[in-house]
DNA sequence: TTGCGTGCAAAGGTTTTGCATGGCA
DNA sequence: TGCCATGCAAAACCTTTGCACGCAA
């Protein structure tokens, strides 16, 4: 059975993904940042470690323009349910959009064009605030998801 | 200048394009129908060309989730500004979604959420009607755009 | 004839896999 | 001690690039 064992690896990795919190990571930026921490870890455990905890939705796992695998850290999947995505191209955040908004559209979606929208694999693609404002990237772009009166 | 000449490879291209319709496809597919087709053409000349009708527009160019580049004709560029598409995630069609809807979806993630929505990148993804319906995939799915009292 | 277009092969980059070793329980 | 996890290297893939030849204009 896998992901029995607790090493050190698996550790470092969990929490390399809290530091990134909304911030999405290749393979190449997880090996190089633990390197320069001064961690080892092989390319090919970060491979195998993200495909696990893309399995258990831990992670999310999609590809980015490039063709480069992007990565996720999920903080509770439970809460990603039945609400959609927004992420910023430029600095590459991910927000969650928790829009009544946004279920109209899906509602809208199915009785009127008979497409059932999936908000697990659709993601909302532009710029946040802060990249249009010119400013640096977020590290925590929760202010986006703010002050808007279709939220719950 | 690229473009200039009408080479023998390129209608083939473009033949297999309009064949494809709403579909979306592979480098590999279009190389193995082409060749199917007793048709001679190498793997690079395709690369380069849809490199070309990308840049110039004619074809949309995007990642799968399997991280193998998908492209697809776009009939007319012109009319694909402005709005959002959605795709199948079954059948791989992708249909346009001219919907005042997602007008008012854009108008207010920029006003409350301060997110710029840009459509050219994002793709709504989940199950066509006929998909839905267990139906075969359906060749054109423009049924699914129509009946809809939102759409201009 | 000119120079863009094509095809082959090689290079480049990313991800997966096989296998021997390491380390958790 | 048993067995999962790790790391290395090789393999597998996909895509890009260099170069000589072919072919449209």
């Known amino acids: ?23 999405h990571f290749s393979v190449d930026d997880a090996v190089f940042e633990l390197q320069d921490r001064g961690e080892k870890i092989g390319r090919s455990t970060v491979y195998r470690y993200l495909e696990q905890l893309a399995a258990q939705g831990a992670v999310r796992k999609y590809q980015s323009v490039q063709g480069v695998t992007q990565y996720q850290h999920v903080e509770d999947a439970a809460a990603c349910d039945g609400h959609f995505h927004m992420m910023c191209s430029k600095c590459g955040n991910l927000f969650h959009v928790d829009c009544r908004l946004m279920g109209a559209l899906t509602k809208h979606l199915m009785e009127d064009h008979g497409f059932a929208l999936d908000p697990r694999e659709t993601i909302l693609v532009g710029l946040c605030g802060q ?3 010119g400013g640096e990237a977020a590290e925590h772009g929760a202010d986006t998801a703010s002050g808007c009166h279709h939220c719950l």
Chains 1, 2 share one sequence.
């Open 1 to 23: 059975m896998r992901g029995e064992y607790n090493t050190r690896q698996k550790r470092e990795m969990l929490s390399f993904l809290k530091e990134r919190g909304l911030k």
């Open 131 to 133: 990249c249009r404002n």
